[in-house]
């Protein structure tokens, strides 16, 4: 197999703007499914509604197109029936964390074996450009003409409430870290999450004064630095990979190491 065959070229071009990130992390994703031997057998990918949500209809798996923001509770009601599939969840940034943060809070104490690969392009892409649950406190939004007014939902803070979770942060720039945090969440025997921050030139980047998807993909290159080795906490514009304990018994042991309560004796 190589690397076009979990790919529906035949769909091509995609309906994704031109220069959008969302590609590139496709081309990741096919990748590292190659690598890992990944194919329509034993792999099922779970996307929400938004652009990132197309995804699923590109390659050549089997998908389940749900509703925006339940991705997590139809990853993890496919994991649960079908423990020995891969179950990948593609979502955007909007459907992971605003609509989808509820099932984001309780699935991580669930530390279900599934993984997350969150298009974060900071903004709801496909309804036009609304503030999202990521955007940055002032950026100048189509529902924020002034200024965003809130801060950003911190996603690191929240998947490490699971002390079993991983947690990488990435961009579409940095296609080579991009690649092995996804192959390594994919091999991580619990909760992952990849949080991929990504252009959305069309409904975001004109808006906020850049001139082109390429300056976008310049700006990633320039603003994020690697953390240090060995960092437990990654700060803002810091790439790397933040590893839990690796959890060792069945995703009932609630994914902080204390065992679901047992039936009711009283
Ligand atoms: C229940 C529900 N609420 C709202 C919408 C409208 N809607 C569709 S996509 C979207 C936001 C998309 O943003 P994001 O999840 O960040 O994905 P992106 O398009 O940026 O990839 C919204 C609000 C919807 N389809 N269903
Ligand atoms: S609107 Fe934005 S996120 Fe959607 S396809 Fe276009 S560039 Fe990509
Ligand atoms: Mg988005």
Same mark, same amino acid.
């Given at each position: 197999?190589?690397?076009?065959?979990?790919?529906?070229? #035949?769909?091509?071009?995609?309906?994704?703007?031109?220069?959008?990130?969302?590609?590139?992390?496709?081309?990741?994703?096919?990748?590292?499914?190659?690598?890992?031997?990944?194919?329509?057998?034993?792999?099922?990918?779970?996307?929400?509604?938004?652009?990132?949500?197309?995804?699923?209809?590109?390659?050549?798996?089997?998908?389940? +197109?749900?509703?925006?923001?339940?991705?997590?509770?139809? @990853?993890?009601?496919?994991?649960?029936?079908?423990?020995?599939? !891969?179950?990948? $969840?593609v979502s955007g940034d909007g #459907?992971?964390?605003?609509?989808?943060?509820?099932?984001?809070?309780?699935?991580?104490?669930?530390?279900?074996?599934?993984?997350?690969?969150?298009?974060?392009?900071?903004?709801?892409?496909?309804? /036009?450009?609304?503030?999202?649950?990521?955007?940055?406190?002032?950026?100048?939004?189509?529902?924020?003409?002034?200024?965003?007014?809130?801060?950003?939902? !911190?996603?690191?803070?929240?998947?490490?409430?699971?002390? !079993?979770?991983?947690?990488?942060?990435?961009?579409?720039?940095?296609?080579?870290?991009?690649?092995? @945090?996804?192959?390594?969440?994919?091999?991580?025997? /619990?909760?992952?999450? $990849? #949080?991929?921050?990504?252009?959305?030139?069309?409904? !975001?980047?004109?808006?906020?004064?850049?001139?082109?998807?390429?300056?976008?993909?310049?700006? +990633?290159?320039? #603003?994020?630095?690697?953390?240090?080795?060995g960092a437990t906490h990654l700060?803002?514009?810091?790439? /790397?990979?933040?590893?839990?304990?690796?959890?060792?018994?069945?995703?009932?042991?609630? /994914?902080?190491?204390?065992?679901?309560?047992?039936?009711?004796?009283?």
């Open positions: 197999m190589a690397v076009k065959d979990k790919l529906k070229t #035949d769909l091509f071009p995609t309906i994704w703007c031109p220069g959008c990130g969302i590609g590139l992390i496709m081309q990741q994703l096919a990748t590292v499914m190659d690598e890992l031997g990944l194919d329509k057998t034993n792999t099922v990918l779970i996307t929400g509604i938004g652009c990132t949500g197309r995804m699923g209809a590109y390659m050549n798996f089997e998908s389940v +197109y749900t509703l925006h923001g339940r991705t997590l509770p139809v @990853a993890e009601a496919v994991k649960t029936v079908r423990p020995e599939l !891969n179950v990948i $969840v #459907d992971t964390a605003s609509i989808g943060g509820n099932h984001l809070l309780h699935s991580i104490r669930r530390n279900p074996n599934i993984t997350v690969l969150c298009n974060n392009n900071e903004i709801y892409g496909l309804t /036009g450009g609304q503030t999202g649950p990521t955007t940055p406190q002032g950026t100048n939004t189509i529902s924020s003409p002034t200024g965003a007014a809130y801060t950003p939902i !911190n996603l690191q803070g929240v998947v490490s409430t699971n002390p !079993n979770a991983y947690y990488a942060k990435t961009t579409v720039y940095h296609q080579g870290p991009m690649r092995k @945090a996804i192959r390594e969440a994919i091999e991580w025997p /619990g909760f992952s999450f $990849v #949080d991929i921050a990504s252009q959305c030139i069309e409904n !975001n980047g004109r808006r906020i004064g850049f001139p082109s998807a390429y300056a976008m993909l310049e700006h +990633y290159k320039t #603003d994020y630095k690697p953390a240090p080795r700060e803002p514009k810091q790439l /790397g990979i933040v590893k839990g304990e690796v959890p060792t018994g069945p995703a009932s042991d609630n /994914g902080n190491g204390q065992l679901a309560a047992g039936p009711r004796t009283d």
